[in-house]
């Protein structure tokens, strides 16, 4: 599968931790997807998982905290 090809190039190039999957509920996962990051969604709103990748990328350092409201 492609996927998984790519995935790894994400992996070797920005780490383990710094790559993840975003997976829609229903979706049919690859057979070794439980060794990546991953963040799934509800079928159709791709938007329930924004504050999750952000959470990530805050923790990456690759965007400052945002004050809360």
């Known amino acids: 599968m492609n996927v998984v090809h790519e995935m790894g190039l994400f992996q070797g ?24 990051g991953q963040i799934r969604f509800p079928k159709g709103n791709v938007a329930a998982a924004f504050e999750e990748v952000r959470m990530v990328l805050e ?10 409201s």
Not at 59 to 68: D, F, I, T
């Open 13 to 36: 190039r920005l780490g383990f931790m710094r790559a993840i999957v975003l997976l829609e509920d229903g979706c049919e996962e690859f057979s070794n997807i439980q060794g990546l």
């Open 59 to 68: 923790r990456e350092g690759l965007v400052g905290k945002l004050a809360a």
